[in-house]
């Protein structure tokens, strides 16, 4: 993990705007946006077995540290340790760079993660009964990665989709608990995103703001 470059997890169950919203945070912020790579795979092969759950977590792992990687390279290229411009100097720093050491007018040290390691484990638990052992290792791994976790609440209208599965109420909610569970038990950092889309736009951007500013402050984001 590298820790100049923070991770947002776009996290919930189905059909509540996560790669909509994960699209529009990204242009938002100006940092890339690691797509789910299981849809890219269920489009390419028309199915997802218990036996594709390792390929896909890897394929995810493997785009989403690139894209970590690439910030992270970015930044080293343009702000200083002390958080200003290489060829700046230190009375010139509050004109350069923001409290978290990256140029006004570049992107954020961010990368919005679409999906990340749990989800793959919890469908595979939810679809297959079990996770293959190594996908589960890296999911308890990774989780931990994260600055924050987006929680998308499942307050909108399920979407039809081909790769969709839970539209009953009562499986969604369901869902809303599994997902919700599971950063609970973990302690992990997460914000509720509810409402209608303007207002998880809204209060994903706030959240966001938020972790920016407490890792420029040293500090982390809380619930």
């Not at 302690?187 to 966001?208: C, N």
Request: charged share 30%; net charge negative; proline share 5%.
């Amino acid at each position: 993990m590298n820790p100049d470059v923070l991770r947002i997890a776009i996290f919930g169950p189905e059909s509540t705007g996560k790669s909509e919203l994960a699209t529009k945070l990204g242009a938002r912020f100006q940092a890339p946006v690691v797509a789910e790579y299981a849809r890219e795979f269920w489009d390419a092969h028309g199915v997802i077995t218990l036996e594709d759950m390792v390929p896909i977590a890897r394929e995810q792992w493997r785009r989403e540290d690139e894209a970590v990687a690439r910030v992270a390279a970015e930044l080293s290229r343009t702000c200083n340790l002390l958080g200003y411009t290489s060829a700046g100097n230190a009375e010139g720093a509050a004109e350069n760079c923001n409290l978290i050491g990256y140029t006004r007018g570049a992107r954020a040290p961010l990368v919005v993660c679409d999906t990340e390691a749990l989800t793959t484990m919890l469908w595979s638990d939810l679809l297959y009964g079990t996770t293959p052992d190594e996908v589960r290792r890296g999911a308890e791994k990774r989780c931990r990665n994260y600055a924050l976790y987006l929680l998308l609440d499942t307050d909108v209208a399920w979407a039809p989709d081909p790769q969709r599965c839970f539209p009953d109420p009562e499986d969604r909610e369901k869902c809303r608990r599994i997902w919700h569970g599971a950063l609970e038990r973990r302690q992990l950092p997460y914000v509720w995103i509810r409402g209608d889309w303007a207002e998880r736009e809204r209060a994903a951007i706030a959240a966001m703001e938020s972790v920016l500013r407490s890792a420029g402050e040293g500090g982390r984001a809380s619930r």
